[in-house]
C-alpha cells in the first residue's frame, strides 16, 4: 500500500509563531486531506487538496502531486491550534493510508 | 457539521462478548466508513459500504462485520469482542461524489476487559 510520512513528529511552539508540517506519499493519490484531532479527540477536516493551494484565514496548504508531497502552513499559531494533525490519502474507496500525525504545542 | 452521529460514544465490554456500535447520518451520501484509532497513530479502515447492502473490506476488517440495511445507518458488530479491539472507532461520510473527500463522526471509545 501507499505509505504515508509526517514531519516533524512533535512541534512546539510559542504563540505567534508560524510553522510548516509537511507530508510525504510515496505512490499517486485521488484524494489528499489534512485534519486537525483536537485534544478531546474530535478529527476536523482541514482540507480537501489532493493539488494545488488552498487558504482558510491562518491556515493554507499545498500539494504537488508530481512530487508526491503537501505541506500546512499554519500561522500567528493560537494556542487554540494545539493538537495533532493527520495527514490522509486515498487511492480509493478502500485504499487509505493515514500518517501518525504531527503534534502540535502552541505555549501562551 | 457533517451530520454524523455514533452510539453508544463510550462501551466498556468483556472478552467474548458480541458488540455493535452504530454510526448514523443525517443525509442520503452513498459512502460511509469505519476506521479505527489506536495510540499514537491515524486511522486504519476496517470496512466501507457504497450503498445499502454493498459492503468492501478494508485494511484491518478480520474480526468485525458490518451491515447497511438503511442508507443513513452503518453498523460495526465486534462478533467475540477481545482485547486487541480496544480502541477508539470512528465512522466517516464521503458527502461529495467522485472525490472520496470524508467527514468525521465524534467517535466511540470502546474498551474490552
Known amino acids: 500500500g501507499i505509505q504515508v510520512e509526517q514531519s516533524p513528529p512533535d512541534l512546539i511552539l510559542q504563540e505567534g509563531a508560524n510553522s510548516t508540517l509537511r507530508c510525504n506519499f510515496s505512490?499517486?493519490?485521488?484524494?489528499l486531506q489534512w485534519f486537525h484531532q483536537n485534544p478531546w479527540g474530535q478529527l476536523i477536516n482541514l482540507f480537501y487538496i489532493p493539488s494545488g493551494t488552498k487558504q482558510n484565514g491562518r491556515l493554507s496548504a499545498t500539494t504537488v502531486a508530481t512530487e508526491r508531497y503537501s505541506l500546512l502552513y499554519i500561522s500567528s499559531s493560537q494556542t487554540t491550534d494545539s493538537g495533532v494533525y493527520f495527514c490522509a490519502v486515498w487511492a480509493g474507496a478502500g485504499k487509505s493510508t493515514f500518517g501518525d500525525g504531527t503534534t502540535l504545542t502552541v505555549k501562551p | 457539521d457533517a451530520g454524523i452521529t455514533q452510539s453508544p460514544r463510550h462501551k466498556v465490554t468483556e472478552t467474548g462478548t458480541p458488540v455493535t456500535l452504530r454510526c448514523h447520518q443525517t443525509e442520503n451520501h452513498r459512502y460511509m466508513y469505519w476506521y479505527r484509532q489506536d495510540p499514537g497513530h491515524g486511522l486504519r479502515l476496517i470496512h466501507y459500504s457504497y450503498g445499502v447492502k454493498d459492503t468492501d473490506k478494508g485494511e484491518v476488517s478480520d474480526g468485525y462485520s458490518v451491515s447497511r440495511s438503511k442508507t443513513e445507518d452503518f453498523l460495526l458488530t465486534l462478533e467475540s469482542a477481545t482485547s486487541s479491539q480496544t480502541s477508539v472507532y470512528f465512522c466517516?461520510?464521503?458527502?461529495?461524489?467522485?472525490?472520496?473527500?470524508?467527514?468525521f463522526g465524534p467517535g466511540t471509545r470502546l474498551t474490552v476487559t
Open positions: 466517516a461520510i464521503s458527502t461529495t461524489p467522485g472525490t472520496y473527500e470524508q467527514y
Open positions: 505512490d499517486s493519490v485521488n484524494n
